[in-house]
């Protein structure tokens, strides 16, 4: 079955680094993807990564992925307070066509000072 | 200004009324969805549709409805039918690069 699980809290210290971890199960998806969700608001995304890739940086953002545990983890460098939100984790399994995102329950993010 | 609008921001609903939540997309994408997020939990598929005039259904589709007459809008009615309507609604569109999903800012919905 298709699944997506997120540890759901983690807390860090400002200007630490934040390593939030997803695991998924359907190996056939051909993008995984991290989005971000303040209070009240949408989702952003903020990155994805082809499946074929092991890893992806874009400016503090670096993405991990292992596909033989399939494991996706999503580092953020130099945590700042304005990263505090809810972090998801989504993959788009062959079996919804690609058309589907599975969703985690999210990881809420608490950086402080 | 290229984006997903959807309105209103807040909407109360009575029980036994239905409500129609819009959403429109200038980003010219072909395909559109709507998921329905609950506290604590991640976002459920409701509806999508990949082109005009035709749509399916999601993980969770009884006691809502979608029409898609443009490319550009896809309104979702929640009916009275839905048991437990009181949730947070985000409409999204599908682009490229990566096949990826662009979301709006939601609309929250109280049953009073």
């Known amino acids: 079955g298709e699944d997506v699980e ?94 589907k995102l599975i969703f985690g329950a999210g990881t809420r993010l608490a950086v402080h000072p | 200004d290229g984006g997903i609008t959807q309105s209103p921001k807040y909407l109360f609903r009575k029980e036994g009324q239905n409500v129609t939540l819009s959403c429109e997309q200038n980003l010219n994408h072909d395909a559109m969805y709507w998921y329905r997020q609950d506290p604590g939990q991640g976002l459920r598929l409701i509806y999508y549709s990949q082109i005009v005039n035709d749509f399916q259904k999601g993980d969770i589709a009884e006691g809502y409805s979608v029409s898609r007459e443009k490319k550009e809008s896809f309104p979702l009615t929640v009916t009275s039918a839905q048991k437990n309507p009181t949730a947070f609604y985000l409409c999204a569109s599908r682009g490229r690069p990566s096949d990826t999903q662009y979301f709006g800012p939601g609309t929250r919905l109280t049953v009073l």
């Open chain 1, 6 to 99: 997120q540890s759901l809290f983690l807390s860090v210290r400002e200007g630490d680094s934040s390593v939030i971890n997803c695991t998924y199960t359907d190996s056939s998806s051909t993008y995984l993807y991290w989005y971000k969700q303040e209070p009240g608001a949408g989702l952003q995304l903020l990155t994805y990564i082809f499946s074929n890739m092991d890893m992806k940086q874009d400016q503090r953002l670096t993405v991990l992925l292992n596909k033989k545990d399939k494991h996706l983890s999503l580092r953020i460098a130099d945590t700042q307070t304005g990263d505090s939100a809810i972090y998801f984790c989504a993959e788009t399994p062959f079996s919804g066509g690609y058309n």
